[in-house]
């Protein structure tokens, strides 16, 4: 089984960026699609971004089009989440997680997650 590290986030003004690393261990992720998921207090988990094993194709939440970027890199065992223009409603805990490729639903464990926090 994988298991996963998230990094990277942090307390960033409303405008900022910020990179999240998911660092993979004990298995490699590249036979799979991985997702980025988030959670705000006192609202479900959900979908951010996903990409295929190879990263040819990728899916986004309409909240973030065109501000977030989702990559991998295979060699590396991780994947990332480039956010830019970053609103106060982007605050949660954000999680990467192993998605089936037919729908993007996460399967297998979560990692502790990395607290983003963007201030008005």
């Known amino acids: 089984q994988v298991q996963l590290v998230e990094s990277g986030g942090g307390l960033v003004q409303a405008g900022g960026s910020l990179r999240l690393s998911c660092a993979a261990s004990g298995r490699t992720i590249s036979p799979n699609a991985m997702g980025w998921f988030r959670q705000a207090p006192g609202k479900e988990r959900g979908i951010v971004a996903a990409?295929?094993?190879?990263?040819?194709?990728?899916y986004y939440a309409d909240s973030v089009k065109g501000r977030f970027a989702i990559s991998r890199d295979n060699a590396k065992n991780t994947v990332y989440l480039q956010m830019n223009s970053l609103k106060p409603e982007d605050t949660a805990v954000y999680y990467c997680a192993t998605v089936r490729r037919s729908d993007y639903a996460p399967f297998g464990s979560w990692g502790q997650g990395t607290q983003v926090t963007v201030s008005s």
């Open positions: 990409i295929s094993w190879g990263g040819s194709s990728t």
